[in-house]
């Protein structure tokens, strides 16, 4: 639905970057199926996670947990 809705928008994209993870790079299969002429590049400063503890401290604070990441530049 998401790389469906952006084609519909017609915004003048110039690229489809994601994280190197796995899910991320599935996603942005999927966006890309419905935006093909965008290139395509992975990068892994957009990994998930925090690299270092929050300051201040944060109970909440996993350095495992992770959310997929995908975006799309626009000109």
Request: charge should be negative; proline fraction near 11%; aromatic fraction near 4%.
């Amino acid at each position: 639905m998401t790389g469906k809705r952006l084609a519909e928008m017609n915004y003048p994209y110039l690229k489809l970057i994601s994280s190197t993870m796995t899910r991320a790079k599935e996603t942005a299969d999927i966006i890309h199926k419905h935006l093909p002429e965008l290139e395509r590049e992975e990068d892994a400063l957009l990994r998930e996670g925090a690299p270092i503890p929050p300051e201040p401290p944060s109970g909440n604070w996993r350095p495992e947990a992770a959310v997929c990441v995908c975006t799309i530049h626009l000109s």
